[in-house]
T-cell receptor, first 119, second 112 residues
Framework: DTGVSQDPRHKITKRGQNVTFRCDPI?????LYWYRQTLGQGPEFLTY????????KSRLLSDRFSAERPKGSFSTLEIQRTEQGDSAMYLC?????????????????FGEGSRLTVL | RKEVEQDPGPFNVPEGATVAFNCTYS??????FFWYRQDCRKEPKLLMS???SGNEDGRFTAQLNRASQYISLLIRDSKLSDSATYLC?????????????FGRGTSLIVHP
């Protein structure tokens, strides 16, 4: 399978625990995005990387959230001291920036997501 | 005001009907526009890009109106398999980067 993969697919945790999600993008893609989606809403942007550099982070992202992409390959998203409001689907997407650096040529390819339930 | 707004629906239409969705965006500096499709409990997938001159892909037609800051999606001859949520995506400029921003989606139900 050469698509975007995410792990784990499902995570149930107790409030206050830390959780980490992993995303393996399509190998030649240099951009990697994290989104969060709740029922009835569209994906909400969290952060994105171009290669190993984290270029943007949503203002909505609290300091309990941190993301890394060492060596510009896979990425991890960690949530510390989880709260019930963190329950959501966490989606990872990758794309290939166009030669002009524009977004148009970079179709987003999503993984199947990691569903988090905080009890 | 949300950056990208869509009517959540649902739009409930019979097979063969023509249905149209609109999406408005707030940032006039937006550069790129797309429609994605998301099936229930699945990840979003690109349906089509939206170009300034408008574009068509089979039964699907997308149009962009920069002056009024909205994009539209027209589906002709609806099929049962078109039932899904249609997400409007606008890339917004943020410090030189382009962030794909999603609307909340419009739900389409096509019935026999």
């Amino acid at each position: 399978d050469t698509g975007v993969s995410q792990d784990p697919r499902h995570k149930i945790t107790k409030r206050g625990q830390n959780v980490t999600f992993r995303c393996d993008p399509i190998s030649e893609h240099n951009r990697l995005y994290w989104y969060r989606q709740t029922l009835g809403q569209g994906p909400e942007f969290l952060t994105y990387f171009q290669n190993e550099a984290q270029l943007e982070k949503s203002r909505l992202l609290s300091d309990r959230f941190s993301a890394e992409r060492p060596k510009g390959s896979f990425s991890t998203l960690e949530i510390q001291r989880t709260e019930q409001g963190d329950s959501a689907m966490y989606l990872c997407a990758s794309s290939l920036a166009g030669t002009a650096g524009g977004f148009r040529t970079g179709e987003l390819f999503f993984g199947e997501g990691s569903r988090l339930t905080v009890l | 005001r949300k950056e990208v707004e869509q009517d959540p629906g649902p739009f409930n239409v019979p097979e063969g009907a023509t249905v149209a969705f609109n999406c408005t965006y707030s940032n006039s500096a937006s550069q790129s526009f797309f429609w994605y499709r998301q099936d229930c409990r699945k990840e979003p997938k690109l349906l089509m890009s939206v170009y300034s001159s408008g574009n068509e892909d089979g039964r699907f037609t997308a149009q962009l109106n920069r002056a009024s800051q909205y994009i539209s999606l027209l589906i002709r001859d609806s099929k049962l398999s078109d039932s899904a949520t249609y997400l409007c995506v606008v890339s917004l400029a943020s410090g030189g980067s382009y962030i794909p921003t999603f609307g909340r989606g419009t739900s389409l139900i096509v019935h026999p």
